[in-house]
Each structure stands twice: as C-alpha cells, then as structure tokens.
C-alpha cells in the first residue's frame, strides 16, 4: 500500500475536526466543479490516447497551480483496492472514479481541503471540502482556483449554456454544493421522510453517507442542488443555505423536544452506545456508524461528561474524536491503519479494537 | 416498610456469596420439608380458628429451637407488598405465601440459611439453603432442625406413607432438594431443551429463577426431585446429585467449546452486556438478569480482566458482586433500597442507576 498515505493516517481530513459553523448538525461542506477541455472528446466519446492527452495537460496545469501548491497526484491505475477505498473514504475521490482506473488520477492539495479528480465523467472535478456550514469559504476557495487553471486550461465553455458538461445535468454552472448534515433526532422522531420529501420539492437531493445509491449510514445526509443551470453559482449557494437553515431549525427543534420529553431514554440510548463501543469485541462498519451516531448525539447535547464518564478515565469524548473514529472505523482506513489486507471478520475484530482504544476501553 | 429488613439490605443472603462447589455453575442448593401437625386440619380444610392455633404452637416451637437461636418471626399480613416482594425475592418465602396473607408467617434464621414458612400449604415449609453445589450441608442442617423440631411439635406421620402432606405429590418424605444452576452455554449452544427433556425422564424437574410458573431468566434454572415417596431422603439427593453431575458436565462441554469455536463472539457478548450494564439510563428486570448471566459467564470463564476492563476504574468484578447485584437489581429490593414505593418506570432508572454505581459507571 502507498507510502504517500502514511501522512493523512496521522490525522484525520481538514473537514472533519468538527470545528466551523453549526458543526453540531453540519459535519462539512463541500463545493465541487465539473470542467472539461475543448478540443478533447468528452468521457462517452473519449479514446485511450485522448485520455492520456487530457491527463498530461490537466496535470500540467495543476502542477504549476499558485493555489494547490505542488498538489499530490496519484494515478488511480497504481494503487491496490486499499488505496483506492481509502481514497473514497476521505471522499477524496468519487466511488465511480476507481472503478475503471485506466488515465484516471487525482490531485490533493494540503490538508485535502482541494481535490481534483482527473478523466472521471468530466475530464476535471474540483473539489473544496470545509468543516461545519462552510459553502461560503468553500466557494471563496474553489472560485479562485477555478480562476486559475481557466487560465491555463482551455475550458469547453458556452456563452449560451456555460461550461459544458458530459451529463447535461450538469451543464451551466458545472457546480454541485453539497452539505453533509447529521440529523439523528429527525430520525429518531419519524420526522425524515417529510423533511426529505420537501427538500427534493425545493430543488435540492438527499443522499448516504458517500454519494449517490448509498444509503443513510449513522444519520449521515449530504443534501445538494438537483439543477445547476440557470442560476449563478451564489444564487445556487444561497439556496441551499435558505433551506438548510430550516432543516438544522426542525433537527434543533427535535433535539429540544427529545430532551423535554424523553431525556432517560435519549441519555440511556447515548450512554448505551457509547458502552457498547467502549467494549464490544467486534464490530461491523453499519453498527459502528449508527452507535457513534448516537455518541455525537450525547456529545453535541451536552450529554455527556467531558471525560467520557468515567472520572478516573481520563479519556475524553468530543465531536473530533467521534469524528475522527467515524472515518478511521471505515474498511480500508482499517486496512490502512493495520499495514495489510483484512477479512470483513477481521475488519470487525480490528474497529472494535481501534474504537475501544480510542475510548479508554479494555484491550 | 419494615426496619426489620435494613440488615438484609446491607448484605446479600448466605447462598448468593458465589462460594462452595461448582459455584461456577452452581449458584445455590436447596433442601425443603413439607410438615404439618398433626390433629390439625390440613390448609384445604382448616378454619381460621385452626390456622391460628397452628401459628402459636409452631411459633412457640421454633423461638425454642436450639438450631434457629430466636428466629425472626413475620406475620406476612402485617407487612406491605414491598416487604413481601422482597421476602420472595430472597427465597425466604414462595410466592403463593403472600398471597392470602392471613395467619401467615415465616421464621428467618441467622444469615437467612435457614427460612420456616407457617400456614403454607402444609403447616410448615422448612427450608435451609448454601451456596454452590451443597445439598449434603443442606441436608445435615434440616435434618437436625427436623429432629429437634419433631420433639416439640407433633408433626403428621403414618408408618406406611412418611410425612404426610397437604398435597400428595409431597407424601413420603416431604422433601424436595433443589439446585439453582447456570446454564447459558447450554441455551446459547441450544441445547438446553434436550438437557431439560432427559433430566425430566429422570424424575427431576425444572423450573426458573423464582419457582413454578415462572420463566427461566437469566438463563437461572432450578432442578429438584418431582417425587419425594418412596425413597430415602438420601437417595434422592443422591439421584439429583448424580443427574447434576452430568448437567453440570454438559454445561462445562459447552462452555470450552465456545471458548475454542467462538471466543471472539463470546467475549463480545460478556464485554457489550458489561458495557450496557456500566452505562444505561434505564433498564428493565428481564434485561438485567440477561446482561448478568453474560458478565457472570464472563467471570467465570476468566474472560474479564479482575478489574471490570478499565485499568483505572478501580472496581473490581466478580461472581460476588454479580450475585449481590442479581438479587439487589429485583423490584422490591431496589424499593427497599430507596426506602419508598416506585413505580416500574421509576424502578427502571433507579436499577440501571444503581448497576452502574456498582460497576463504577457514570453516575
């Protein structure tokens, strides 16, 4: 498995120190642009040696960004099924873009707040990733940059529909703003479906945990814009806000109500997850995301102690920590994490062991 | 409630102190004699007149025995539901005594090993109970008592049928031994029915934690003789020694197979019901006694580190202080505890508040 990882296994991803506005709901924010090169057959109609062309120049052009300053590039076709998981799972790359790996490569800037993936459906995907409720600063960043490979990279623009896309549902602005929302007392008191349903009435999508066709894994969503034509990318933004704003107002709304009316029962269902994840032997990836969901819960509603419980066990418990196990109980940041290839029955064994340590639990 | 109880509160019954014979498997034995005087009419037939008479010249007779050293005397009906709960819940009394309350009593002796119910369904229930497998000091006890008993009081005897009873079924000897055993690995490897099936043919049979009717919680079972004619007291005991011997043998089978085919998921299981029971806000009767047979399988097969898993904690976890929290997690004693009437709810919290407080928990 590659060395370059070795870095990012030190510390979690830039957007997930659950710092930022609103972090109690929103764990980050993410802006990410469809670009394509004139001149060069997009993805459907794209040859082998079209596609090594495009890779030279995009790289190029990355290379030499002032933004990314010398950004990690790592071609998708040399990394073993680990790397390229791991990669998904820091949401570094799109689950879409290891699967035919061939002229496909991704570029990662510092602290991996800016990513661009190379010949995935776009010949250029940028992304900036921020922690909490963040579009705005996420924009100030991926505009900039924006700015700067147009520069050197000739974009395939129309002053008629704007920049041009592989899949027509992305012509215009080429932009996709995304919010990954945590909202377990939506859940809890039935009230998601309508919630969600309203959303996708107001122009916006709901999805899992990592994109489209995953399901809602620890009460994880990452709402976006369905449509980005037709509209400036700020009036796209400011949209998403609008209704976000309501969304994290209910999700308030039904914490103080769970308090009001159930508090044993919420404090009980906390306090049981986080015992359970203080002293399971193993674990499976889904129970491990719905049981630290729960530990977020207690810990963004005061829930908790400080420490964790237990006054002599010196082991705190805050949103970076829960943050952080959430991506680091993942399969292959597991893998990553143990040097090697694990069996899915290894796997549980390892994340067990991982989040007990990590609570103060026995060995 | 009665002021009586404090001192039972303050340390659980001699029998559930986790030592003698096999007390891995074996929590508790126990030994009990069906007598009744004679000239008496029997509790089918009695008057209330009779049934008082019955109490003076049994009460008079235990405050003289040697072996009971002034006995504590309760008139059931001159305690609270509560109180008669707890006296259930320590298997000083069986459930049917406190139901009609009237001319009703029982006799506790030192360190509660020795229990005699007045008007149950014979005159007297004598009952001497040990920790572990131990139905021979049980029996030397009774024995004596019995003897010594039998020279004051005027029991119901025929040379051709033995003691005779209320109930047939206790003719003869009026004895039944039982044991209280653990049993999980059998129910976990699911053949527990099989066992029960064979031990029945034997003539034994089996019953839950607190008697006839009841279920087997905690994966508790109690084994006794079904017929007490026609043999020797010590033939019986010998028959349900021997049976024991080998239930015991299948239960240790099982246990060392799970221990080599699936040590991982039962270690899981003993730490995640330890983890539930040191952090829940609430928790029902049922789930208690669940959680604790897995902790005691735990501790009894040394899958526990002798300090409950937190180097730090300080608080140890053994068979003891399993067994102490079995009894003490029991709705009238949770009641006695807090000195007051709760309601099940209420009984909820202050059990899983009270398991926590044991097993060093958040408060």
Redesign the interface.
Known sequence: MLKAFDEFLKHPSEWLRGAGPVSDIVMSSRIRLARNLEKFPFATRATAASQVEVFKVVKDGLMHSVTLKQPLILEIRELDEVDRQFLVERHLVSREHIVHADHKAVAIGQGEVISVMINEEDHLRIQVMQSGMNLRDAWSIIDALDDELSEALPYAYSTDWGYLTCCPTNTGTGMRASVMVHLPSLVLTKQINKVLHTITKLGLTARGLYGEGTEASGNFFQISNQVSLGRSEEELIENIERILKEVIHQEQAGRESLLSNSR??L??RV??A?????????MSSNEALDLLSAVRLGVDLGLM?PNG??????NGMDRTKVNELFLFSQPAHLQKLEGKALTAKERD?KR?QLIRSKL???G
Chains 1, 2 share one sequence.
């Open positions: 044993t029962q404090e009980d306090w049981r986080f015992g359970i994840l203080k002293h399971a032997k193993t102690a419980g237990s006054p002599s066990s010196g064994t067990a103060g639990g026995q």
